[in-house]
């Protein structure tokens, strides 16, 4: 039977958030979502991130003291504004979860000069993070979702400033890659807060193959339409797979991890091209001057 709740598939329901602030991102349905609402249960004043305001204040109703920032992630002021009004609205962050996420099916390129899908999946939270790192408490969790298709990506920086020969899946498997290596390098930068990241699962129900390449986003629609108790044996619900970045928020088996990736609400080996201690230090400081664009 398919979990109803995130926070009970991920081991976490006796966890107390009372009195923490939580910032969800990409929260107006799906994976988001779900995560939302369930850090809500465990007791988190939950702010939720999107770009549709009718959804993301749906959200938020639904939440005992919700509130909904709107933000598009390709526009870095508007991520700045985010990290601004977050700040102004709580003082002190005690979790970060980068769940927002995107696939474009044709290649373009975002205001900042790199391709979009790097753009909103990687620069965008980076972005954020570095923005809000001020507000973080010294035991907050910065919680980033990645994804299993990173083993099958490479890194070219220089690469990411053009849309020559772009394939969709491709990009979405980089900017995946780049999540993993922006964990670890965040982790080592950091000096109090954790940062880890995760492979949520395959989610056809998570919206994010909306702009995917028309065979792909059949395919997932297809899977969409399955029963839950149906589906659950082969990919996985918004449910299930927000349990892994609860458990990264709430979990008090994680305090003090840092640097890891997940899976299962299990800590897993990433691929061998995300323990690249210099392609992360390397991707760092591209992304400062990236994210200043």
Same mark, same amino acid.
């Given at each position: 039977?398919?979990?109803?709740?995130?926070?009970?598939?991920?081991?976490?329901?006796?966890?107390?958030?009372?009195?923490?602030?939580? $910032?969800?991102?990409?929260?107006?349905?799906?994976?988001?979502?779900?995560?939302?609402? *369930?850090?809500?249960?465990?007791?988190?004043?939950?702010?939720?991130?999107?770009?549709?305001?009718?959804?993301?204040?749906?959200?938020?109703?639904?939440?005992?003291?919700?509130?909904? +920032?709107?933000? @598009?992630?390709?526009? +870095?002021?508007a991520v700045r504004g985010l990290a601004a009004r977050v700040r102004e609205r709580v003082g002190t962050l005690d979790a970060l979860v980068n769940n927002a996420g995107a696939h474009f099916s044709?290649?373009?390129?975002?205001?900042?000069?790199?391709?979009?899908? +790097?753009?909103?999946?990687?620069?965008?939270?980076?972005?954020?993070? /570095?923005?809000?790192?001020?507000? $973080?408490? @010294?035991?907050?969790?910065?919680?980033?979702?990645?994804?299993?298709?990173?083993?099958?990506?490479? !890194?070219?920086? @220089?690469?990411?400033?053009?849309?020559?020969? =772009?394939?969709?899946?491709? *990009?979405?498997?980089?900017?995946?890659?780049?999540?993993? #290596? +922006?964990?670890?390098?965040?982790?080592? /930068?950091?000096?109090?807060?954790?940062?880890?990241?995760?492979?949520?699962?395959?989610?056809?129900?998570?919206?994010?193959?909306?702009?995917?390449?028309?065979?792909?986003?059949?395919?997932? /629609?297809?899977?969409?339409?399955?029963?839950? %108790?149906?589906?659950?044996?082969? %990919?996985?619900?918004?449910?299930?797979?927000?349990?892994?970045?609860?458990? #990264?928020?709430?979990?008090?088996?994680?305090?003090?991890?840092?640097?890891? =990736?997940?899976?299962?609400?299990?800590?897993?080996?990433?691929?061998?091209?995300?323990?690249?201690? @210099? !392609?992360?230090?390397?991707?760092?400081?591209?992304?400062?001057?990236?994210?200043?664009?």
């Amino acid at each position: 039977m398919a979990t109803e709740h995130a926070e009970l598939g991920a081991g976490v329901s006796d966890a107390d958030l009372t009195g923490q602030s939580v $910032l969800v991102t990409g929260a107006t349905s799906g994976i988001g979502r779900e995560t939302a609402l *369930a850090l809500d249960r465990l007791g988190a004043r939950v702010l939720i991130h999107g770009r549709d305001r009718e959804q993301g204040e749906a959200v938020a109703a639904a939440l005992d003291d919700g509130v909904f +920032f709107g933000a @598009d992630f390709e526009d +870095f002021d508007a991520v700045r504004g985010l990290a601004a009004r977050v700040r102004e609205r709580v003082g002190t962050l005690d979790a970060l979860v980068n769940n927002a996420g995107a696939h474009f099916s044709a290649g373009a390129l975002a205001p900042c000069g790199v391709e979009r899908t +790097f753009a909103v999946n990687h620069l965008a939270p980076f972005l954020l993070t /570095r923005e809000l790192r001020s507000a $973080l408490a @010294d035991t907050a969790r910065v919680v980033t979702v990645s994804s299993a298709v990173h083993r099958n990506a490479t !890194l070219d920086l @220089d690469a990411v400033e053009s849309v020559e020969n =772009y394939d969709g899946l491709d *990009a979405y498997r980089r900017s995946k890659l780049a999540n993993v #290596l +922006f964990t670890r390098e965040l982790a080592r /930068r950091l000096d109090g807060p954790t940062a880890n990241c995760l492979h949520p699962g395959v989610v056809p129900g998570s919206g994010l193959w909306r702009h995917a390449s028309l065979p792909v986003s059949m395919g997932v /629609r297809a899977l969409a339409t399955l029963p839950d %108790a149906v589906l659950e044996r082969i %990919a996985d619900t918004p449910v299930t797979a927000a349990e892994t970045s609860v458990y #990264l928020a709430a979990s008090p088996d994680v305090a003090g991890v840092s640097g890891r =990736y997940f899976g299962d609400c299990e800590e897993k080996r990433p691929a061998q091209r995300a323990l690249d201690d @210099d !392609l992360a230090a390397q991707l760092w400081e591209r992304s400062v001057e990236w994210a200043a664009e």
